[in-house]
């Protein structure tokens, strides 16, 4: 999973690499890891989705209005990006279906978040690995944050670490 990690982080970062559009599928809680351990920083939002990556007071809007996000299509969330979606508020077009008086008050909420928020055209945006104090991704980092909690198994030390006399063929099993 910390593998397939990494996969998500390159996707992210290196958008232009030739692998980058390639489909493969992640295993939900390696989605779930993804979004709870990456922040952006908005310059141009040309590489920050707006409904889902946490930009916008270090939360997604998928989290700060779950109502109003349900009512995007999937193919919306995942290609919308800050950029396109600030421009002329095109993401109020993005939410289709009945409104509710919940979806109204997670419109107004997002509205108001949004409207005096700044892009800085000519500056990348900047995503951060948060589990690491250099914000750069590390398969090891990912792997402890997946075993956070986990328990210990004393004995597996002896069966990681077994020793065997030196001059043993693995072949064949005699000693030379």
């Known amino acids: 999973w910390a593998l397939n990690l990494r996969w998500l982080w390159l996707k992210k970062t290196q958008p232009e690499r030739p692998w980058a559009d390639f489909l493969f599928k992640v295993h939900s809680n390696v989605k779930a890891l993804f979004s709870a351990s990456v922040h952006t920083t908005v310059g141009d939002g040309s590489r920050t ?39 002329n508020n095109r993401w109020v077009n993005d939410i289709s279906g009945s409104l509710s008086a919940q979806i109204i008050i997670d419109f107004l909420v ?29 398969t090891k980092s990912a792997y402890d944050r997946f075993m956070a909690g986990s328990v210990s198994f004393e004995p597996a030390t002896r069966i990681w670490k077994s020793w065997a006399p030196q001059g043993v063929n693995s072949s064949f099993g005699w000693l030379l």
Do not use: C, M, N
């Open 110 to 138: 997002i509205w108001d978040l949004v409207q005096g928020f700044q892009l800085h055209p000519g500056t990348p945006d900047v995503h951060r690995w948060s589990p690491s104090a250099s914000g750069d991704y590390s």
């Open 49 to 87: 989705l707006f409904w889902t990556d946490r930009w916008i007071h270090g939360q997604s809007i998928s989290v700060l209005a779950p109502t109003l996000v349900s009512h995007i299509t999937v193919g919306i969330k995942k290609s919308r990006s800050v950029q396109e979606a600030l421009v």
